[in-house]
């Protein structure tokens, strides 16, 4: 599967040479030309990199970034039409993975994107990645590129099984780290809220179980889950 590429550019001229550039480099590019599109399609699907434009007619380029950051970790290239060092220093010290200016050799640009993915791949875990989508902000959760229609307690159970998967959560924790009030019955009021959570991924998924009952330890965010639905 090639590696996908968010291109975030108004310019169409522009934005083709870079899909040009990356499709004949092996990577699948995917332009949008506003900011509030690249912040939509991103909660539906994390590609591989995104290339974003500071200056976008809808959303500065940083205020993208900020909100992306919220729920996305996805490397980022920031491509500006002002070199000013300002502008760079802002980008990076922001959390962006590299800067480039305008004009540039969009073959310089390809093999950039190619040095920060070979570096992100040494330093990511060995395991597939979720098919769960968390924006914090917003508090909501996808899953398989749906929305969950979750109450405020099962967005904090599911967003906390999904920041650590595979890690055995005890339902007293569960009820510390999502309950505001402690609870006389601890047991039944976290199982009552998996039991609703399980039924709603369920019917997305009808064939796989996300979350995994511990017996005697407590709930888990199942490792293995496909990256895709068949």
């Known amino acids: 599967m090639k590696p996908a590429i968010l291109i975030v550019e108004d310019e169409p001229g522009i934005a083709d040479t870079l899909q040009y550039a990356l ?20 909660r539906e699907a994390s590609p591989a990199l995104v290339i974003l434009d500071i200056g976008l007619p809808d959303l500065n380029g940083f205020e993208v970034f900020k909100r992306l950051r919220a729920f ?7 491509l500006t039409a002002r070199a000013d060092e300002i502008d760079r220093v802002v980008g990076l010290e922001l959390g962006a993975d590299d800067y480039v200016a305008k004009p540039f050799s969009p073959r310089e640009l390809v093999a950039r994107v190619r040095t920060i993915l070979r570096r992100v791949a040494k330093a990511a875990p060995a395991q597939p990645p979720l098919p769960f989508a968390v924006d914090a902000g917003r508090r909501s959760i996808r899953f398989y590129g749906r929305p969950l229609e979750l109450s405020r307690y099962e967005y904090g159970l599911l967003k906390t099984l999904v920041e650590h998967p595979g890690h055995v959560f005890r339902r007293d924790v569960l009820l510390d780290k999502v309950w505001d009030t402690s609870s006389e ?12 959570l399980r039924a709603k991924l ?15 330890s407590g709930y888990a965010l199942a490792e293995d889950l496909p990256a895709a639905l068949p």
């Open 23 to 42: 499709s004949t480099d092996g990577f699948e590019p995917l332009w949008v030309a506003t900011g509030e599109a690249a912040l939509a399609r991103l």
């Open 72 to 78: 996305s970790e996805v490397p980022v290239v920031f």
């Open 185 to 196: 019955s601890l047991d039944r009021t976290v199982d009552a809220h998996v039991k609703t």
């Open 202 to 216: 369920k019917a997305v998924a009808p064939t796989l179980e996300p979350i995994r009952t511990h017996r005697g």
